[in-house]
């Protein structure tokens, strides 16, 4: 779609007091949005929820230039607009009532994705981490396109799951795709595109102010077939995500914690309303793959089982996974002690035993412990 008719779209959307059921209620009527534009306001006045002020609006529309404006830095930054018309929309958010008429996309969308949305604490615990990176992980090499926010904490760990497997992740943001929040994630922001895409409904320039949140929430749920809890307060914003997923029709899944921990509140209580306790990626799978077509494993690769399942060993180690090889090997150790011995980062320990285990370089047992794999 070129920039000509693009700006019609971004003009429309521009104006205060179109919605977006009104949005779409005007181009369904007059064909496009460009035709909108050539309407009168009688005309327009027609449509249902379009007052004689916003018909007025849309007439006399003058900020030609800020449009022009938007689409520059759209080009400069190496964004696409999608809009609904479109294939590459993604086909689950059409059923949204309140699905934004375009969205902005850096990397790749693919119509023959399946979504799965994995959601959580932005304070997430090492367990936390550890778990959303195996699921993850393990949906991705089942062909799952893993979708969450690009949030610190969970969210993170569910993109840098998919990556770690060569899987497809898309990451929506609260802002526009030109400010990357956090700004810690630069990294990660370019690794999702490198393997999916990261969408935004804001425009170029817009800041993650603390209302764009909640409306990006629906997104993630609205594009996925089921919303996956791990770690949610009581009042965590992921519980307005598995709300809406559930408003939606989408399915809920949810991670037990301990009922010690204030971080699990939010995600057993949604398992006590009726939200399903997830144990391995199977209990995601079996609510899921009779909707769709079930997908080839990325790369040839076959998920295992359950979350302890073991997978072929593989000899080479590079000088991190020797370090953690060397302590495991000798005795079984829990993943608290590692981080201590070592003296590195929770994160990089959590990339390195999610690496390792794909590897089958290790194994999981109950209790967060990890011991040497078996040769096969």
């Known amino acids: 779609m070129n920039d000509e008719i693009l700006k019609y779209w971004i003009a429309l959307k521009s104006i205060k007091g179109i919605g977006y059921v009104s949005f779409p209620a005007l181009v369904d009527r007059f064909g496009s949005p460009s035709a909108v534009f050539g309407a009168s306001v009688s005309e327009l006045q027609q449509t249902e929820g379009i007052s004689r ?88 090499l089942q062909g799952v396109t893993v979708v969450s926010g690009m949030a ?50 804001f425009p170029m320039g817009t800041p993650p102010r603390s209302t764009n949140f909640p409306a990006r929430n629906r997104i993630i749920s609205g594009m996925s077939y089921g919303v996956v809890i791990v770690e949610a307060g009581e009042k965590s914003g992921s519980l307005i995500t598995a709300r809406l997923a559930l408003e939606q029709g989408r399915e809920v899944f949810a991670v037990p914690g301990s009922i010690d921990s204030a971080g699990s509140r939010g995600a057993n209580k949604l398992i006590k309303q009726g939200a399903k306790l997830i144990e391995n990626t199977e209990d995601i799978l079996e609510e899921i793959l009779p909707q769709i077509e079930q997908k080839k494993p990325v790369k040839g690769c076959s998920a295992p089982e359950t979350l302890n399942a073991s997978i072929p060993r593989v000899e080479k ?57 078996r040769t096969s």
């Open 53 to 140: 002020h916003i018909a007025e609006a849309i007439v006399y529309f003058k900020a030609w230039d800020k449009v022009k404006a938007e689409l520059e830095l759209i080009n400069k930054n190496n964004v696409k607009i999608v809009t609904y018309h479109d294939e590459l929309y993604p086909g689950p958010l059409l059923n949204v009532y309140d699905r934004p008429p375009y969205i902005y996309v850096r990397g790749n969308l693919s119509n023959e994705d399946i979504n799965i949305a994995i959601v959580g604490s932005r304070a997430a615990s090492t367990y936390g981490k550890y778990t959303t990176e195996r699921i993850s992980r393990e949906l991705a």
């Open 317 to 373: 180690l590079n000088a991190a996974e020797q370090k953690l090889y060397d302590l495991i090997s000798k005795k079984r150790m829990h993943i608290d002690d590692l981080i201590s011995l070592t003296g590195s980062s929770s994160a990089d320990i959590l990339s390195t035993l999610t690496t390792m285990e794909l590897k089958g370089i290790i194994r999981q047992y109950p209790g967060k412990f990890f011991s040497a794999g």
């Open 152 to 201: 610190r904490g969970i969210d993170s760990s569910a993109h840098r799951g998919a990556i770690t497997a060569h899987g497809r992740t898309v990451a929506i943001l609260g802002s526009g795709l030109d400010v990357i929040y956090p700004p810690e994630n630069k990294k990660l922001f370019a690794d999702i595109i490198e393997n999916g895409a990261v969408i935004s409904e």
